[in-house]
């Protein structure tokens, strides 16, 4: 059962650079074959100032810059009782290398079901580049597998 | 060759997009490429020891090839909002296989969009991702 006081909960904002050798090996992991995910003269020739971040690359800025609060581990969450549920992301602006992008997330509910078998944790990021202009914001259910 | 509003239709299939076969060795990099380091994804020992049969693919490697989907389809600059539920768990050795369809023409903050709807599946026929996204149409 988790403790419903957590909601509300916001994380310092944090700060991470998108860096350019990990866009490269993000491509590659992901058997990315489009040229303007890794190769930046194939970037500009589309029009771009140099490699951009892929749709799901804030999701993984926001791993690079953890949660300083560790909401998970004060409610007792265990990384190996975690699963997503469902993820979301509404783009504002692109996110290209050399950015740096400050995260804030709330944590916007928590619910269970299943009488209990399975919690539900709601979160809610903000992100905003170094000018200060919001690049998107995301949000993710993380589901907490019980007994 | 640029996608119209004009030249799609309600019904209208994406070009389909399916990913190599996931094996340990993709899972290890998406866990070094995306900053997710949760052990359940790549220690076989820790995801028996938490219950699981065995590893398991990152839910956000799959969503990476449907957003693959999207991006084959239009440059990214057009997408105003996507999502997906993870419907089931995406074992290792499948292939993911991405496709979509325009379920809906509309306007909204001055432009012409589309309402996509996105699944992401096993070539085992298992059903792993659902969601839906709104893209912006010239």
Known sequence: MLDPSFIGTVTKPRAVEVEKGQLRFFANATGETNPIYFDETAAKAAGHPTLPAPPTFLFCLASLAPDTENVLGKLGVGIGRILHGEQRFTPAKAIYAGDTITLTTRVADMYEKKGGALDFIVQDTDATNQNGESVGSMRGVIVVRNG | ?138
């Open chain 2, 1 to 138: 060759m640029t996608i119209t509003y004009d030249s799609v239709s309600v019904g209208d299939a994406l070009p389909p997009h399916t990913s190599a076969p996931i094996s340990r060795h993709t899972l290890a990099l998406y866990c070094g490429a995306s900053g997710d380091h949760n052990p359940i994804h790549v220690d076989s020992d820790f995801a028996r020891s938490s219950g699981m049969p065995d590893v398991f693919a990152h839910g956000m490697l799959s969503m990476a090839f449907l957003a693959q989907l999207l991006t084959k389809w239009v440059p990214q600059e057009q997408i105003r909002h996507w999502g997906v539920r993870f419907t089931s768990i995406t074992p290792v050795q499948v292939k993911v296989q991405c496709t979509g369809k325009v379920i809906e023409k509309f306007e909204a903050d001055g432009e012409r969009r589309v309402r996509l709807e996105i699944t992401a599946a096993t070539d085992k026929g298992q059903q792993t991702l659902a969601g839906d996204a709104i893209v912006a149409l010239p």
